[in-house]
T-cell receptor, first 119, second 112 residues
Framework: NAGVTQTPKFRVLKTGQSMTLLCAQD?????MYWYRQDPGMGLRLIHY???????AKGEVPDGYNVSRLKKQNFLLGLESAAPSQTSVYFC??????????????????FGPGTRLTVL | SQQGEEDPQALSIQEGENATMNCSYK?????LQWYRQNSGRGLVHLIL?????REKHSGRLRVTLDTSKKSSSLLITASRAADTASYFC????????????FGQGTTLQVKP
């Protein structure tokens, strides 16, 4: 299994350009997440999805859009890139487990990251 | 604002010594997780402790959780140079979405 893969690994954009980051997972996970990591900081959640066809906003959603048309893929789009979006982007996936009566969410599996620079 | 605050921000020790990192959080949680990130790489899950657990062990890792103080600690015993990395705590709030809120991390350097 490849696990979680991200495309591309690196990208340089000019302000105002658009692009799409692709996250793919082959573990049949229900939930997927997009984070950004800025220097010296932890990860901040941008958007997430708890199933095919569903998406929700995270902590820092402005300037980004997402789509989950297929269970294995989660796309992150930047419609008009800004220098403030220079960051490393990580995708993650998770498969919730059932513990007795309740659904339990456990560990996330991360991709290797996409380093994006916006000039 | 960040849910998790980690302390110290940086830690440098000699191989063979123990390393302790602390994490504090603000709201009630479902579980708390620790992840490791090697330079330029993605995060790797280390250990998860649920809100009804107080201590957990995995190999050279020991995690404690004090929900009354809203804090956790990660102890790495007998550290190795390969343990050099950044370590992040992440809290899963009382929800079923799996969302994690990460701390800012502790950078650990283990000198050979």
């Amino acid at each position: 299994n490849a696990g979680v893969t991200q495309t591309p690994k690196f990208r340089v954009l000019k302000t105002g350009q658009s692009m799409t980051l692709l996250c793919a997972q082959d573990m049949n996970h229900e939930y997927m997440y997009w984070y950004r990591q800025d220097p010296g900081m932890g990860l901040r959640l941008i958007h997430y999805s708890v199933g095919e066809g569903t998406t929700a906003k995270g902590e820092v959603p402005d300037g980004y859009n997402v789509s989950r048309l297929k269970k294995q893929n989660f796309l992150l789009g930047l419609e008009s890139a800004a220098p403030s979006q220079t960051s490393v982007y990580f995708c993650a996936s998770l498969s919730p487990t059932w513990t007795g009566l309740a659904e339990s969410t456990d560990t996330q599996y991360f991709g290797p990251g996409t380093r994006l620079t916006v000039l | 604002s960040q849910q998790g605050e980690e302390d110290p921000q940086a830690l440098s020790i000699q191989e063979g010594e123990n390393a302790t990192m602390n994490c504090s959080y603000k709201t009630s949680i479902n579980n708390l997780q620790w992840y490791r990130q090697n330079s330029g790489r993605g995060l790797v899950h280390l250990i998860l402790i649920r809100s009804n657990e107080r201590e957990k062990h995995s190999g050279r890792l020991r995690v404690t959780l004090d929900t009354s103080k809203k804090s956790s600690s990660l102890l790495i015993t007998a550290s190795r140079a390969a343990d050099t990395a950044s370590y992040f705590c992440a809290t899963a709030l009382s929800s079923n979405t799996g969302k994690l809120i990460f701390g800012q991390g502790t950078t650990l350097q283990v000198k050979p």
